[in-house]
């Protein structure tokens, strides 16, 4: 394995070239690194733009969110728009198994590099194109990033129908959504290589990932056809489905199966309620779901977030405090299970990141790579190619490698 390769998980030895950018492609192939695969992130001169969008910096370009989307990938700067920085490009990817980019198609076709033009250079090649539109639509080439998909995929309107006017969610879900599903695709398509040898082109496209994420909640009875009933799940779309007020704070508990609410009746004190034809059962408890919140909200406020804990918790009805975001630093859950590690960056010193989530019997990543500083690894990605010091120098002095 090259050195700088990763050690340990399910991807070790797969070699990843990301041509990506702000968070939808940080995203996936930083999955693919924590995973094990070998990434390496190629940068443009002016750098991503997410070391300078998001605050918080000890130094420059060096972001608290792009540390946290780019760990574990070593960084290569080259200026693709010469023709010598597009050559080192090209010749990292005819090594590769995966090209992941977040470039607009008609971009990369002027540049040689879309997947028909890279499968001639390596037949093996997993050509993975996140995009903001798919490519058959008229909305296809046009660029978005996150709110606009929020916008147009039903995902503000689904805040417009639960509180009266549309909303963001104050994360960039669509961009997180999609680099997960992109990093799933590119598993998918692993595994099929493995049978045929040959590799795939893969579009990803944001908006049609969100569509289908919105679709798949509150498509419900227009599913059918014609539809049997509006769409959307009124659950879902109350304004009280929310942690709701206890004296002293908020709660949120949420009894779905009949045992559940039966139990959850008992707890507030109300066990005539299980008999009540408007929530004995889980068809008449949706039905009736403005009713069933409502009831919630009048019980949990009499009591202190605490003691709702223990009395839901003696009749195993699902409940949970509320934690801001600042709580999760301090959840004793996460402590358990480590989920907040520490590392000592080489620029930026002690940071702290949460591990991935996920874990594997088989093994998991051992080494970590910390995010790079721009153009980190320039050079021994270069050397690693076949590229001789006399031949690095030159790209540097023309600026083609930085």
């Not at 409940?319 to 301090?330: K, M, P």
């Not at 989920?339 to 960056?345: A, I, L, P, S």
């Not at 790079?372 to 990605?381: H, K, L, Y």
């Amino acid at each position: 394995m090259p050195e700088g390769g990763s050690t340990g998980g399910p991807l070790e030895g797969v070699r990843v070239v990301d041509l990506t950018t702000v968070v939808v492609g940080p995203i996936c192939t930083r999955s693919l690194a924590d995973q094990g695969a070998t990434v390496i992130k190629v940068e443009a001169p002016e750098g991503d733009i997410l070391r300078r969008l998001a605050s918080g910096c000890r130094t420059p370009s060096m972001s608290g969110k792009f540390i946290n989307f780019n760990r574990n990938k070593r960084g290569i700067t080259l200026d693709i728009k010469r023709p010598e920085g597009l050559a080192a490009l090209r010749r990292l990817i005819a090594g590769a198994d995966v090209f992941v980019s977040n470039v607009r198609p008609a971009g990369l076709r002027r540049a040689g590099l879309d997947a028909a033009a890279l499968a001639v250079l390596n037949p093996r090649l997993i050509h993975c194109g996140i995009t903001a539109f798919g490519s058959g639509g008229r909305y296809a080439g046009r660029p978005a990033y996150d709110p606009i998909i929020q916008s147009l995929s039903g995902v503000a309107g689904t805040f417009h129908r639960a509180v009266g006017e549309p909303r963001f969610v104050p994360m960039v879900m669509t961009d997180h959504v999609t680099g997960l599903v992109a990093a799933q695709a590119i598993g998918f398509a692993l595994y099929r290589r493995e049978k045929t040898g040959v590799g795939e082109a893969i579009e990803v496209p944001m908006f049609e990932v969100a569509a289908s994420f919105v679709a798949s909640e509150h498509l419900g009875a227009a599913s059918f056809d014609p539809p049997e009933g509006p769409t959307g799940d009124v659950r879902l779309l109350s304004p009280d489905y929310r942690p709701l007020p206890t004296s002293d704070g908020y709660i949120t508990v949420h009894p779905n199966s009949d045992a559940q609410a039966h139990a959850f009746f008992e707890a507030i004190g109300r066990p005539e309620l299980k008999a009540d034809p408007r929530f004995a059962t889980a068809i008449a408890r949706t039905e009736n779901a403005a009713d069933y919140f409502r009831l919630r909200v009048a019980a949990l406020a009499q009591r202190s977030t605490a003691e709702w804990l223990e009395i839901f918790a003696a009749r195993d009805v699902p409940a949970a405090r509320y934690n801001t975001i600042d709580d999760l630093l301090e959840d004793p859950h996460l402590q358990d299970v480590g989920f907040w590690q520490g590392e000592d960056h080489p620029t930026e010193g002690r940071l702290r990141h949460a591990r991935t989530a996920v874990t594997f019997g088989g093994g998991m990543r051992t080494e970590t790579l910390p995010a790079p500083r721009q153009g980190m690894q320039t050079d021994e990605i270069l050397a690693e190619i076949g590229y001789s010091p006399a031949e690095i120098a030159a790209l540097r002095e023309t600026g083609a490698a930085r």
